[in-house]
């Protein structure tokens, strides 16, 4: 299978920079809205992927499981792209994606990555199924994540 290259992540991981205190849930809803809301277009298949799995945090009473699995069924197709073209972009987006937790002040900087490739079971989709796993130090920022009102915004229509 291949994709088309324009949809093609970006070689360099972006960097979302948190002074994080897990008590501090204003700044995790900042840190969500500026740093990953607004670096990818509303409606994009890693809007669906994210949407769909903090959906499943809500449903699950706020406790993240090791992985999340949902059908590739799930993700729409708008525009000329497979479903399986889209989810092979939107998982290398979300594997780009590295967060540097910071203290400054004590001269300590953490990156952590999003998804975590350290299990035996793998990210990626097999056989109709999506699988998807978090790197386990991040749970704290995905719960919060999961308990805002609106975690992503709802794609605009095309005019």
Known sequence: MSSPSRRLPHATPFVLRLAYDQADFKMVRTH?????VRKFP???PVHQLMNRVLQQIRADGYVLREYYVF???EVTTPGENTREELIYCALHQLDSVMFSFEMPALRQYHPRRLLDDTKE???GCVDGLVTVLFNPMLRDYLLNVA???EMLPTPQPAS
């Not at 969500?32 to 990953?36: A, D, I, S, V, Y």
């Open 147 to 149: 308990q805002l009102d």
């Open 42 to 44: 509303a409606g994009e």
């Open 121 to 123: 079971r793998s990210i």
């Open 71 to 73: 059908p590739l069924e």
């Open 32 to 36: 969500w809205n500026k740093n990953f």
